[in-house]
């Protein structure tokens, strides 16, 4: 089955505690994306991925880091969480950028206190 | 600087009737569209889409228009469903200066009733 998987699901953290949430996809898409939701806000891209060791910025990359040294995981790092990252976080995959459907993991709602 | 514009946060249809979701956006550099619906606590789900060159995209029960002099499309439902109550994102893409750009909506939730 076509998929997309983000971990965890939830997370409740501290301030200033660093922390990854990983994201793995098994269709061997080439583009990866990392979004947030907030109310009002809709989705806005955070970092994006086109291929292996290829990363670069999206709308609100401020605070958060990302890499891809294999094709299917594209993890989000937060180096030093801060509550204004609290939101509902989704990766997404797709063979093409823009043109194409992409695929969203199921999401990943983080809490920083 | 909202470039995808979803002006109606929410909306609310008898089941049977036609649903019209509308977008707006700012950017001309924008070539092509796509829809995506959303159910809670599950990631959105690719619905249609639409390239600048056309007009209109069937798929089904889901249509969608682009008006590109007025910069705005819209995704039309029909019949409208029980099932089809989500929120609905339009994004717009471009490639500008080989920079990658997919920007969403901030969505209009959708609810049929019977």
Known sequence: EAQVTQNPRYLITVTGKKLTVTCSQNMNHEYMSWYRQDPGLGLRQIYYSMNVEVTDKGDVPEGYKVSRKEKRNFPLILESPSPNQTSLYFCASSWDFGVAEAFFGQGTRLTVV | ?114
């Open chain 2, 1 to 114: 600087d909202q470039q995808v514009k979803q002006n109606s946060p929410s909306l609310s249809v008898q089941e049977g009737r036609i649903s019209i979701l509308n977008c707006d956006y700012t950017n001309s550099m924008f070539d092509y569209f796509l829809w995506y619906k959303k159910y809670p606590a599950e990631g959105p789900t690719f619905l249609i889409s639409i390239s600048s060159i056309k007009d209109k995209n069937e798929d089904g029960r889901f249509t969608v228009f682009l008006n590109k002099s007025a910069k705005h499309l819209s995704l039309h439902i029909v019949p409208s469903q029980p099932g089809d109550s989500a929120v609905y994102f339009c994004a717009a893409s471009a490639r500008v200066f080989g920079t990658d750009k997919l920007i969403f909506g901030t969505g209009t939730r959708l609810q049929v009733f019977p």
